[in-house]
């Protein structure tokens, strides 16, 4: 048959659609690919819903599963440090059961924003107690600079924790009040003339405060012998830092010859005069006899050789700062027969 016998030909070949980028109408329908297909050919309704579905179910798998897992071995997913953007979208979080209850948006998963949940009053807030345990290091220790944790126990229960961040015993170790303590059964100055230190230890900065209140007392018990064959005398001072407070000796050759010796107390007392910057001590030293008693040292049925003797003087150092109290005895002569020993003395604050 002619074409032009065919009735409206021209015209309704114009209707039909080209073969590129045609444009259907109504409802076309094509074969439905199989699943994971990857191809040029056309995906119907069927295939894109099925692939869906697919998709959704690995969701809900992933939201359900515990424990860890590599993200490596996580299909589907690039890491931002392998050239991924660095934040999701379009995934739905899980409660902690499985269920996934919201959708978050790019900014849940943005560095700034995550770091702000994490943080004290955010929505997702890390307690400490949540944390791993920590290394063995000082980098979260407090300072004198800036806040932290506290710095690592030294174990035991003499040690107390001190405002530099240290662990130390109190001054003195054996009792709150307690500056120092010290002595010995050898004798301190024995065959020498040299002034020598009989007592000495740090009164710490502040201790004797801005007024008069706070004192401090060092007491000695100590014990002389003088078998030279002579009489003899010594000389007592009392230092406070670079001040000498007291400086006398005895004279009339006080310490007669004798096998027995005499035992020596020495108290001094230390206080803030007004302010920081002034001192005054006073204080008293007594002298046994050497008659044999029924037993141990000295004789309470006759006067010593010394009635107590009352001596003072007064100083004008820095007292917020550390500062050496010191008793010194010098002997009037060097003889191996002539000899002092600090059984003991402590220095302790009063007030």
């Known amino acids: 048959m002619a074409q032009s ?3 409206n030909l021209t015209t309704d070949l114009a209707a039909k659609a080209p073969l590129a980028s045609p444009t259907f109408t109504g409802t076309p329908a094509a074969p439905t690919a199989a699943a994971d297909t990857n191809t040029t ?3 119907t309704t069927a295939f894109a819903k099925g692939e869906a579905d697919a998709a959704q179910a690995y969701a809900i798998q992933r939201a359900n599963h515990t424990g860890t897992q590599d993200i490596a071995s996580v299909t589907g997913v690039v890491p ?4 991924g953007a660095g934040t999701v979208s379009g ?3 899980a409660n902690g059961s499985g269920t996934v209850s919201a959708a978050v948006s790019n900014t849940d998963f943005a ?3 995550h770091a702000t949940r994490h943080q004290s009053g955010g929505a997702d807030a890390i307690k400490l107690d949540d944390l791993a345990t920590p290394d063995d290091n000082t980098d979260l220790d407090a300072t004198t600079g800036r806040h932290g944790l506290l710095p690592k126990l030294g174990g035991g229960t003499s040690n107390f924790l001190r405002a530099d961040g240290t662990w130390a015993a109190p001054a003195g170790g054996s009792g709150a009040n307690i500056l120092w303590s010290t002595g010995s059964t050898t004798p301190v100055i024995d065959n020498s003339a040299a002034e020598t230190s009989v007592a000495s230890g740090t009164i710490p900065a502040n201790t004797l405060g801005t007024g008069t209140s706070a004192v401090v007392h060092l007491q000695l018990h100590g014990f002389v012998l003088n078998n030279s064959g002579l009489g003899r005398d010594f000389t007592l001072r009392i230092k406070y830092g670079a001040t000498t407070l007291f400086d006398d000796a005895t004279s009339g050759s006080l310490l007669a010859n004798s096998t027995i010796g005499r035992i020596v107390i020495i108290d001094v007392w230390l206080c803030g005069d007004g302010t920081t ?3 005054r001590m006073w204080g008293e030293i007594r002298i046994g006899g050497v008659t044999s008693p029924t037993a ?3 004789d309470i049925g006759a006067a010593g050789i010394m009635t107590p003797r009352t001596f003072g003087g007064t100083s004008s150092e820095d007292s917020t700062a550390d500062k050496t109290l010191d008793l010194t005895v010098q002997l009037s002569t060097a003889n191996a027969a002539y000899e002092w020993t600090t059984y003991r003395a402590t220095c302790f604050k009063v007030v």
């Open 80 to 83: 931002a440090a392998q050239g």
């Open 111 to 113: 560095a700034a924003t």
């Open 41 to 43: 050919q056309i995906a």
């Open 91 to 93: 995934i739905l979080k």
């Open 296 to 298: 141990g040292y000295g």
């Open 5 to 7: 016998q065919v009735t």
């Open 277 to 279: 910057g002034t001192q």
